[in-house]
């Protein structure tokens, strides 16, 4: 068990997963010289479990759902950025898909946990 409640969540750690591929992504970039788009793509992958973890703080449910949201729309920016930087050509085909499908699936799970604090 970790320290603080986020270590123990699922979502976390498959964001934090997420965010280690976008990091690499983003080095890339700068390497490139595109440090605009590679600090955008890294505060929106980085925002998936910032509010995951802050969220988990909360005292009641409700705003830990509040901040679930949040990280769930950061997927959504994020993958938009990806969408972006392909339609550029500045970001490879697998490297895309691999990080498309796991913002999909991580969207998902960040849902499905929601719910389960709704209910």
Do not use: C, P
């Not at 080095?27 to 980085?46: F, N, P, S, T, V």
């Not at 998902?108 to 389960?116: D, E, H, L, M, V």
Request: aromatic content about 12%.
């Amino acid at each position: 068990m970790g320290k603080f409640r986020f270590e123990d969540l699922d979502i976390w750690k498959k964001s934090i997963a997420v965010s280690t591929l976008i990091f690499s992504i983003s080095d890339e970039l700068d390497k490139r010289h595109l440090y605009r788009w590679a600090e955008q793509l890294r505060g929106a992958g980085i925002s998936i479990s910032n509010n995951i973890a802050e969220g988990s703080g909360s005292f009641s449910k409700k705003e830990f759902v509040q901040f679930l949201n949040f990280s769930r729309r950061s997927t959504f920016e994020t993958a938009n950025i990806l969408i972006i930087l392909k339609t550029q050509n500045l970001i490879e085909g697998n490297n895309f898909q691999v990080l498309i499908n796991n913002l999909d699936y991580l969207s998902r799970q960040i849902t499905n946990f929601i719910k389960s604090l709704k209910s």
